[in-house]
């Protein structure tokens, strides 16, 4: 695949490294600092390079926005821009001021922002330090990583780019169950949780057809801290 990276912090840098590293060809973009988008390129190899965001979104297959909640606009500029390209979306509704309160789930905030992309809903009920000291975890040991589609090539797009980063992927479904995974952490849902693969397979083939019984199995099978 083709990956643009919009917001090359910690979570960026989490998606795209690994990626390179697969062989996909990635692009790191719209960072504060062009030290640091060539310090990723360098560390990506020869599969990354540093863009500007409008040259990262027109090469791209798949983008990666993972920017703080109130920068959506600005580091995205033209939402025309993401019209028909799989968007990977790893955005929180945090501001200044703590958690955001919105009419729909985040997802659907933001497919509203960007008409036409594709949407995926994904690496965001984990921190970035939780990703990088869990990733190396191999067989039964790994951890799931939930995420939302209802583009099949969307889905498609995010299960790689979870696997790539040394998670097994659990399609929790699609936009009518998606505030389970969004924030904040809170009882019933699966944001912030860490879940054994097989577990996280039972949640997601409840939620296909009972809400309501899989936030209660969320709370159930979630690991101890």
Not at 16 to 33: M, N, T
Not at 60 to 82: I, K, M
Not at 136 to 151: K, Y
């Amino acid at each position: 695949m083709k990956i643009a990276i919009i917001g090359s912090g910690r979570i960026g840098a989490n998606i795209g490294l690994p990626a390179a590293e697969a062989r996909h060809d990635v692009a790191f973009s719209f960072s504060r600092s062009t030290e640091k988008l060539a310090m990723l390129a360098e560390r990506g190899g020869q599969s990354a390079s540093a863009m500007s965001v409008r040259d990262a979104i027109e090469m791209a297959d798949v983008v990666v926005v993972s920017v703080p909640w109130n920068l959506r606009s600005e580091a995205v500029g033209d939402p025309r821009a993401l019209q028909g390209k799989i968007v990977v979306d790893t955005t929180n509704q945090y501001g200044g001021d703590g958690i955001v309160s919105l009419s729909h789930p985040a997802v659907v905030e933001n497919m509203a922002l960007f008409p036409g992309a594709r949407f995926a809903k994904a690496f965001n009920t984990f921190t970035a330090q939780f990703q990088i000291d869990e990733k190396d975890r191999l067989g039964d040991d790994r951890h799931a990583m939930f995420f939302a589609a209802e583009d099949t090539d969307a889905e498609a797009a995010a299960c790689t780019l979870i696997e790539a980063v040394g998670f097994d992927p659990v399609r929790l479904g699609g936009w009518d169950v998606v505030e389970l995974l969004e924030a904040p952490r809170r009882s019933g849902s699966v944001y912030g949780e860490a879940y054994r693969p097989e577990n996280a397979r039972r949640i997601a083939a409840v939620a296909a057809t009972d809400a309501a019984s899989a936030s209660r199995l969320a709370d159930e099978l979630k690991e101890a801290e």
